[in-house]
């Protein structure tokens, strides 16, 4: 191998590890300080019994609601699949959801409606998107959620 073999080796994976870092560092930022804004809204999974909560941006589509999996880390999504129960807090009020995966041509459907751009997708290091659906769940007449409801209105 010559010298600029080397040399040229040797800036790639500087380059590269660079690069890895500016990912690390903005996806850590992100999840630490977890922005909120209008668009915003609070997920709420649960795991052997304990409760997590996140920031993700709510995408509305017709009369659907929509999250997106846009980063690496994800543990909120795998929680969600694994428990599709999960609630959703908008300006301070929460409702249960069914978080169902979506694929095929609602995946593509969505993905085109909410395409994020090419800087995002550098930052984020091009993680695949996955998109999650909310269906709202229906709290059942007489349950102790829906008589809680009820003893605030009074």
Do not use: C
Request: glycine share 8%.
């Amino acid at each position: 191998m010559t010298t600029g073999q080397t040399r040229a080796i040797k800036v790639v994976a500087i380059v590269l590890a660079v690069y890895v870092g500016i990912v690390v560092i903005f996806e850590s930022l992100l999840g630490y300080f977890q922005p909120e804004g209008d668009s915003t809204v609070v997920i709420t999974t649960t795991t052997d019994g304990r409760s997590h909560d996140r920031v993700l941006t709510l995408l509305e589509s017709g009369d659907q609601l929509y999250v997106a999996a846009n980063h690496w880390p994800r543990a909120w999504y795998k929680r969600a699949l694994e428990n599709p129960d999960v609630q959703l807090t908008l300006n301070g009020e929460q409702a249960a959801y069914r978080a169902v995966p979506i694929t095929g041509s609602e995946h593509d459907r969505i993905g085109e409606e909410f395409a994020v751009g090419l800087f995002f997708r550098f930052l984020t290091g091009f993680p695949p998107r996955y998109f999650v659906r909310l269906d709202p769940v229906e709290v059942p007449r007489g349950s102790a959620t829906e008589d809680a409801e009820t003893m605030e209105g009074v």
